[in-house]
Nanobody, 122 residues
Framework: QVQLVESVGGLVQPGVSLMLSCAAS????????MGWYRQAPGKRRELVAT???????NYADSVKGRFTISRDNAKNTVYLQMNSLKPEDTAVYYC????????????????WGQGTQVTVSS
C-alpha cells in the first residue's frame, strides 16, 4: 500500500512559478512510476507529466517547456516544477503512483493523492 500526500498549492499570479511536491509512504518508491494529473472544473482529468523509475519523463503538450517533473528517491518524493503559469493551468493537481507507467498513461494508476488546488489568476 502506498499513500501519497501532495503539498499545498495556492493562488498565484500569471507568469510566476510554483513547485508541487508529493510525498509517498513505503519503501519501494524507487520502483514506481509517478505521475501528475490535473482536473479543471467541468473538464476531464488530464495527464500532465510522468516519470519512470529510471527517470524518463514525458509531458502533455500543454505544459511542455514550462513544467518539469522530477523525483528524489531518497526522500520518497516526486516534484512538479511549474513555470510561466497561465490561467488555464488552474486545476486540482493530483499525483499518482503505479508499478507500470502504462497504467499512469491509461489512467489506471493504483495509487492517488488527495489533490491540491492551484489557481492562477491576477
Amino acid at each position: 500500500q502506498v499513500q501519497l500526500v501532495e503539498s499545498v498549492g495556492g493562488l498565484v499570479q500569471p507568469g510566476v512559478s510554483l513547485m508541487l511536491s508529493c510525498a509517498a509512504s513505503g519503501s519501494i518508491f524507487s520502483s514506481y512510476a509517478m505521475g501528475w494529473y490535473r482536473q479543471a472544473p467541468g473538464k476531464r482529468r488530464e495527464l500532465v507529466a510522468t516519470i519512470t523509475s529510471g527517470g524518463d519523463t514525458n509531458y502533455a503538450d500543454s505544459v511542455k517547456g514550462r513544467f518539469t517533473i522530477s523525483r528524489d528517491n531518497a526522500k520518497n518524493t516526486v516534484y512538479l516544477q511549474m513555470n510561466s503559469l497561465k490561467p488555464e493551468d488552474t486545476a486540482v493537481y493530483y499525483c499518482s503512483a503505479d508499478g507500470a507507467v502504462v497504467h499512469l498513461i491509461t489512467f489506471r494508476a493504483d495509487y492517488w493523492g488527495q489533490g491540491t488546488q492551484v489557481t492562477v489568476s491576477s
